[in-house]
C-alpha cells in the first residue's frame, strides 16, 4: 500500500503540473511493478519555456511542502525533464519526446491514478 506521503507529494506535482497548463497528466501507481519509486508523473509541454517552467512550479511547490528533489536531468535541453524525488518521479516531456519514448506504454503494468484518487484520502 502507497504511503501518503506519496500520495500527498504526487497530488502537489499534479496541481504544480496543471497549474503550468500541462497537456495530458498521466499518475501511473508503479509501486508494484518497480522498486524504482511509487508513483510516476508523466506531462507534456508545447515548447521548451513552458516545460522548464511546469519544472520549475513543480520543484517550488514541492520544496515549500518539505520535500527535496534528489536529482534532476535534461533541464538545460528540456525535451524531457526528469525530476527524481524518491517515492515519485515526474517527467516532463515536450510533444515529440512524449511520443517518441512513450513511457505509458512501457508502464502499462502500473495502475493509471486520477487526481481524485490520489486525494480521496486526505479528508
Same mark, same amino acid.
Given at each position: 500500500?502507497?504511503?501518503?506521503?506519496?500520495?500527498?507529494?504526487?497530488?502537489?506535482?499534479?496541481?504544480?503540473?496543471?497549474?503550468?497548463?500541462?497537456?495530458?497528466?498521466?499518475?501511473?501507481?508503479?509501486?508494484?511493478?518497480?522498486?524504482?519509486?511509487?508513483?510516476?508523473? @508523466?506531462?507534456?509541454?508545447?515548447?521548451?519555456?513552458?516545460?522548464?517552467?511546469?519544472?520549475? *512550479?513543480?520543484?517550488?511547490?514541492?520544496?515549500?511542502?518539505?520535500?527535496?528533489?534528489?536529482?534532476?536531468?535534461?533541464?538545460?535541453?528540456?525535451?524531457?525533464?526528469?525530476?527524481?524525488?524518491?517515492?515519485?518521479?515526474?517527467?516532463?516531456?515536450?510533444?515529440? *519526446?512524449?511520443?517518441?519514448?512513450?513511457?505509458?506504454? @512501457?508502464?502499462?503494468?502500473?495502475?493509471?491514478?486520477?487526481?481524485?484518487?490520489?486525494?480521496?484520502?486526505?479528508?
Amino acid at each position: 500500500m502507497t504511503d501518503k506521503k506519496a500520495k500527498d507529494m504526487a497530488g502537489i506535482a499534479y496541481r504544480a503540473l496543471d497549474d503550468k497548463k500541462a497537456e495530458d497528466i498521466r499518475v501511473i501507481n508503479i509501486e508494484k511493478v518497480s522498486v524504482l519509486a511509487d508513483y510516476f508523473l @508523466i506531462a507534456s509541454g508545447t515548447n521548451r519555456n513552458q516545460v522548464q517552467a511546469m519544472a520549475d *512550479n513543480v520543484d517550488e511547490m514541492l520544496h515549500k511542502a518539505g520535500y527535496t528533489v534528489k536529482q534532476i536531468e535534461g533541464y538545460q535541453t528540456a525535451n524531457w525533464i526528469l525530476m527524481d524525488y524518491g517515492d515519485i518521479i515526474v517527467h516532463i516531456f515536450d510533444r515529440e *519526446n512524449r511520443l517518441f519514448y512513450d513511457l505509458e506504454r @512501457i508502464w502499462r503494468d502500473g495502475e493509471s491514478i486520477s487526481l481524485e484518487d490520489l486525494e480521496e484520502e486526505k479528508v
